[in-house]
């Protein structure tokens, strides 16, 4: 819904350039922040243990959660106590909170943000913390919990922490000629950021578009650049537990609903498993759910005649079944899928290897 009413003001013909006029007094403090940690007057934390940090260049979704519990799995083979550092986006606590020890326990997604707690559910043995300040959270990790590794979610515009290696998501929103600096447009940054990056990973992009792909970021990136897509693996109940295949929804009525950056994505991973969407609700990214709500959704699935409801795996962790009244609550599992996983993982070894 907020995607909709930001696009609406985006294309209106009096708010336009005003938001351009915007778009270039962001565009100049951005410049000037970054000149100020490229000649050190602002000063990067550097940490003894190796630091990996994902993030993009646009403020919509691009991935990065699924990418970070793929990275969980092919770096744990040599890291035995990684953690990962996020910010905990419209969490309801403050400060340096601890969300999972790697011993089962798990914060909920109040304390700790919905993306943090999905990847300490996913992963019960990974450390998961969010902090505002993320150096103070990667100091705890270190000295209480002796991590050997650390993956920063979302924070390649998160200077303040010394990184060995910058992971940079790119969607195609992202290399369109008409990209903007916010507010005009999604961009947290301009493409001229991404020298900064050690490799750049392109998300849900078709083999005829990589030419183009690469015309426009070789003017400022020359290291690697990997593959993935996003793909609908299977269901899963309220406790994230697998419930099944996705074949058992096939010509079945459902109302999905999604509160994400891209509900776009969700919408069309529904729609080719050939599943019967009578309705499809968008709340804004990392939303908490009300009772009005959900009172919301659950009448229109009985509009609807469906008994079956269907959101995504990060709004999952902020829900319960018994508010539900008895419909079956389900979530779709997504998961990145590499074209050589392999060898992204001693790409990775390597660059980390390079920069301790």
């Given at each position: 819904?907020?995607?909709?009413?930001?696009?609406?003001?985006?294309?209106?013909?009096?708010?336009?350039?005003?938001?351009?006029?915007?778009?270039?007094?962001?565009?100049?403090?951005i410049r000037s922040r970054n000149a100020l940690f490229d000649w050190q007057i602002f000063k990067s934390r550097a940490f003894d243990i190796p630091v990996i940090s994902v993030g993009n260049l646009s403020s919509g979704g691009s991935g990065k959660t699924?990418?970070?519990?793929?990275?969980?799995?092919?770096?744990?083979?040599?890291?035995?106590?990684?953690?990962?550092?996020?910010?905990?986006?419209?969490?309801?606590?403050?400060?340096?909170?601890?969300?999972?020890?790697?011993?089962?326990?798990?914060?909920?997604?109040?304390?700790?943000?919905?993306?943090?707690?999905?990847?300490?559910?996913?992963?019960?043995?990974?450390?998961?913390?969010?902090?505002?300040?993320?150096?103070?959270?990667?100091?705890?990790?270190?000295?209480?919990?002796?991590?050997?590794?650390?993956?920063?979610?979302?924070?390649?515009?998160?200077?303040?922490?010394?990184?060995?290696?910058?992971?940079?998501?790119?969607?195609?929103?992202?290399?369109?000629?008409?990209?903007?600096?916010?507010?005009?447009?999604?961009?947290?940054?301009?493409?001229?950021?991404?020298?900064?990056?050690?490799?750049?990973?392109?998300?849900?992009?078709?083999?005829?578009?990589?030419?183009?792909?690469?015309?426009?970021?070789?003017?400022?990136?020359?290291?690697?650049?990997?593959?993935?897509?996003?793909?609908?693996?299977?269901?899963?109940?309220?406790?994230?537990?697998?419930?099944?295949?996705?074949?058992?929804?096939?010509?079945?009525?459902?109302?999905?609903?999604?509160?994400?950056?891209?509900?776009?994505?969700?919408?069309?991973?529904?729609?080719?498993?050939?599943?019967?969407?009578?309705?499809?609700?968008?709340?804004?990214?990392?939303?908490?759910?009300?009772?009005?709500?959900?009172?919301?959704?659950?009448?229109?699935?009985?509009?609807?005649?469906?008994?079956?409801?269907?959101?995504?795996?990060?709004?999952?962790?902020?829900?319960?079944?018994?508010?539900?009244?008895?419909?079956?609550?389900?979530?779709?599992?997504?998961?990145?899928?590499?074209?050589?996983?392999?060898?992204?993982?001693?790409?990775?070894?390597?660059?980390?290897?390079?920069?301790?």
């Amino acid at each position: 819904m907020q995607s909709i009413q930001l696009a609406r003001l985006r294309s209106s013909i009096l708010l336009k350039p005003v938001l351009c006029i915007f778009s270039l007094i962001f565009g100049l403090l951005i410049r000037s922040r970054n000149a100020l940690f490229d000649w050190q007057i602002f000063k990067s934390r550097a940490f003894d243990i190796p630091v990996i940090s994902v993030g993009n260049l646009s403020s919509g979704g691009s991935g990065k959660t699924p990418f970070t519990m793929e990275l969980i799995n092919l770096l744990s083979q040599k890291y035995k106590r990684i953690a990962v550092i996020s910010r905990g986006y419209k969490r309801k606590s403050r400060g340096v909170q601890l969300v999972s020890d790697g011993l089962g326990r798990v914060a909920g997604a109040a304390t700790g943000g919905d993306e943090p707690v999905l990847i300490a559910k996913r992963f019960p043995g990974c450390l998961v913390l969010v902090a505002e300040k993320r150096s103070l959270a990667i100091q705890r990790a270190c000295e209480q919990y002796q991590a050997d590794l650390v993956i920063l979610d979302d924070a390649f515009q998160h200077r303040w922490v010394k990184r060995n290696v910058d992971i940079v998501l790119l969607s195609k929103s992202d290399l369109t000629p008409r990209c903007r600096l916010l507010p005009a447009g999604d961009l947290r940054e301009p493409l001229t950021a991404l020298k900064r990056a050690h490799m750049i990973i392109m998300v849900n992009r078709k083999q005829n578009d990589i030419q183009n792909d690469l015309g426009i970021i070789r003017p400022y990136y020359h290291g690697e650049i990997e593959y993935y897509r996003l793909q609908a693996t299977g269901l899963v109940d309220v406790t994230l537990t697998p419930a099944g295949d996705l074949r058992q929804l096939h010509g079945l009525p459902v109302v999905a609903f999604a509160g994400i950056a891209n509900p776009d994505s969700f919408k069309r991973l529904i729609l080719q498993a050939d599943i019967v969407l009578r309705r499809f609700f968008i709340f804004p990214d990392h939303h908490f759910y009300s009772d009005t709500d959900i009172a919301r959704i659950t009448s229109s699935a009985a509009e609807e005649q469906c008994t079956c409801l269907l959101t995504t795996e990060k709004d999952m962790v902020k829900l319960a079944a018994d508010r539900f009244d008895g419909l079956h609550l389900l979530a779709m599992r997504i998961r990145l899928i590499l074209e050589s996983p392999q060898q992204l993982q001693q790409k990775l070894y390597d660059l980390v290897d390079k920069t301790i």
